[in-house]
C-alpha cells in the first residue's frame, strides 16, 4: 500500500535561514509523483513543487528545492532564506497510479524573527 | 496557477438539513475533481473522485448515499451532505486536475468550513 510519513509535527526556523521538512514515501509503483503543498490558517492548499519519479533531477521553484533520494523513497522540501509569511502547515504527497492524492500528516513550520 | 472556488466558505446548519457545496474551475475544464475532509490539525483524506458526466468513485468507509456527488459539466462538481449531523462537521476541500498542466497537478479550492448544530 502507499504511504506518506512526515515524522516532524513541527519545526520552527529564525528567519532567513533554511530549513528541510522531511518526507519519506512507500510505493510499489514504478511511476509516481510527489508533490509537497503549503496551508496557511485560512484553509487554502496551495502547491509549491513537484518532483516525478523519473526526473534525473531535483525539483527547484524560486525558494523551494525538492531534495530527492530515491533509494532512500525521501523527498525532503528544502526553503531557503524563511520569511514570516513562510509559517503554516506543510504536506508532502504523493500521486499514484490512479491520479489519487496521499497526503502525509503534515508538519507545522514556524518561523521567528 | 488555476483557479479554483468553493462556494461557500462556510456554513452553519442545523442537525437533519442537507447542505450543498459547489466546486467550480474558473479559469480550465476539469473532467475530473477531487473532495477532501479535513479535521483540525489533521491530514486531508480523500473521500472521493468526481468524473464528469459518470459516477463518482469513494474511497472505503465513505457513505455515497450521504456525500451525495454530481459532477455536471467540466468546470462543476457538488458535494451534497445530507441528513447533516455534528459529526459531519468538518474543512471539506475539492481539488481540480488540470490534464494541460505541466504536472497534471491539483488545484485545490480554498475550502468550506461547515458546523452542523
Known amino acids: 500500500a502507499q504511504k506518506i510519513t512526515q515524522t516532524q509535527p513541527g519545526m520552527f526556523v529564525q528567519e532567513k535561514e533554511a530549513v528541510t521538512l522531511d518526507c519519506t514515501y512507500d510505493?510499489?509503483?514504478?511511476?509516481?509523483?510527489l508533490f509537497w503543498y503549503k496551508q496557511p490558517s485560512s484553509g487554502e492548499m496551495i502547491f509549491l513543487i513537484y518532483?516525478?519519479?523519473?526526473?534525473?533531477q531535483n525539483a527547484t521553484e524560486g525558494r523551494y528545492s525538492l531534495n530527492f533520494q530515491k533509494a532512500r523513497k525521501s523527498a525532503n522540501l528544502v526553503i531557503s532564506a524563511s520569511q514570516l509569511g513562510d509559517s503554516a502547515m506543510y504536506f508532502c504527497?504523493?500521486?499514484?497510479?490512479?491520479?489519487?492524492?496521499?497526503f502525509g500528516t503534515g508538519t507545522r513550520l514556524q518561523v521567528f524573527p | 496557477g488555476a483557479v479554483v472556488s468553493q462556494h461557500p466558505s462556510r456554513v452553519i446548519c442545523k442537525s437533519g438539513t442537507s447542505v450543498k457545496i459547489e466546486c467550480r474551475s474558473l479559469?480550465?475544464?476539469?473532467?475530473?475533481m477531487f473532495w477532501y475532509r479535513q479535521f483540525p490539525k489533521q491530514s486531508l483524506m480523500l473521500m472521493a473522485t468526481?468524473?464528469?458526466?459518470?459516477?463518482?468513485?469513494?474511497e472505503q468507509g465513505v457513505e455515497k448515499d450521504k456525500f451525495l456527488i454530481n459532477h455536471a459539466s467540466l468546470t462543476l462538481s457538488t458535494l451534497t451532505v445530507t441528513s447533516a449531523h455534528p459529526e459531519d462537521s468538518s474543512f471539506y476541500i475539492c481539488?481540480?486536475?488540470?490534464?494541460?498542466?505541466?504536472?497534471?497537478?491539483?488545484?485545490f479550492g480554498p475550502g468550506t468550513r461547515l458546523t452542523v448544530l
Open positions: 481539488s481540480a486536475r488540470r490534464t494541460s498542466g505541466a504536472y497534471n497537478e491539483q488545484f
Open positions: 510505493t510499489s509503483d514504478p511511476s509516481y509523483g
Open positions: 518532483q516525478g519519479s523519473y526526473d534525473q
Open positions: 504527497a504523493m500521486r499514484d497510479n490512479t491520479d489519487k492524492l496521499i
Open positions: 479559469d480550465f475544464q476539469a473532467t475530473t
Open positions: 468526481s468524473n464528469e458526466g459518470s459516477k463518482a468513485t469513494y
